[in-house]
């Protein structure tokens, strides 16, 4: 299970003394467990891959303030904290495939128009799941809708 592995490598950078992974390892943990305690269930392994995809996105939408404010040093971590992160989650989508699996939804769905974007949105996520982010679907859904 994730949750092992997770506190398996917590205690191997531990060991190794390799902060910034030990770090970025007890946030993803205490994001988990702090959802398993608010609603008081044992989260599946899908579920920790929504919340790792959550606390990936958070630090890509928080370069570019660091960017703008000429903090290159942070940019730098929150990019090293980005690459652990992603060693969870499922290999990502090209905007490629991504646009092939929104062309079929768009299909199944029957969409014809920007209008039945949130019925696209929906499906596509539902498909798709953490193996890409938000924007790049709607990207995708916007460009095949137009």
């Not at 939408?61 to 660091?66: F, G, K, L, W």
């Not at 290159?72 to 646009?99: C, F, G």
Request: hydrophobic share 40%; no cysteine.
């Amino acid at each position: 299970m994730l949750k092992e592995k997770l506190l398996e490598d917590l205690k191997n950078s531990m060991k190794t003394k390799n902060e910034l992974r030990k770090n970025v390892v007890q946030m993803v943990r205490a994001a988990i467990l702090q959802v398993e305690k608010d609603k008081h269930i044992e989260l599946t392994d899908e579920q920790i891959i929504e919340i790792m995809a959550k606390e990936a996105k958070k630090r890509k939408d928080s370069i570019t303030d660091y960017e703008k404010g000429g903090r290159q040093d942070l940019v730098e971590k929150i990019n090293e904290e980005i690459k652990i992160i992603e060693e969870y989650l499922p290999k990502q989508l090209s905007k490629e495939e991504v646009k092939g699996i929104v062309a079929e939804v768009i299909k199944e769905v029957g969409a014809t128009s920007i209008k039945d974007m949130g019925n696209v949105m929906k499906a596509a996520k539902e498909k798709i799941g953490a193996a890409s982010d938000g924007r790049t679907i709607n990207e995708a859904v916007k460009e095949l809708l137009n």
